[in-house]
């Protein structure tokens, strides 16, 4: 969406309504994640880490498919070049939804990890 028709959808609700309260999916369109739609990513939040496929990126949270926690990525420098360098990893069974405020940083990796270690 551009930014000429997000403003003739606000514009459009703030007619509708009575101008107070506008929906926030309208003012939320885009999270600035979106580039990272079909990746494979390693995310660090405020607390853990993250290996996955991104699937869905929404207003307030992104979902990894094929994803790990990875509690000890050993070395950072090889983990980026080969993430199967990582010390301990924890795969999921099912997809995992992240937080979009707790995302310190997002970078693309060449493999995920599936396999416990």
Do not use: Q
Not at 69 to 96: A, T
Request: hydrophobic share 35%; charged share 25%.
């Amino acid at each position: 969406m551009n930014k000429e028709e997000l403003l003739l959808k606000l514009i459009e609700k703030v007619l509708e309504s009575d101008g107070v309260n506008v929906p926030c999916e309208i003012l939320a369109t885009e999270t600035g994640y979106e580039k990272y739609l079909d990746k494979k990513i390693l995310v660090r939040t405020v607390t853990h880490h993250y290996t996955g496929h991104v699937t869905e990126v929404s207003g307030l949270s992104m979902t990894l498919d094929s994803a790990a926690w990875i509690p000890d990525e050993g070395r950072f420098h090889k983990f980026l070049i080969d993430p199967s360098n990582g010390d301990e990893v924890e795969p999921y069974n099912c997809p995992v939804t992240i937080s979009l405020y707790a995302i310190l940083d997002i970078t693309e990796i060449p493999k995920l990890l599936t396999e416990v270690k």
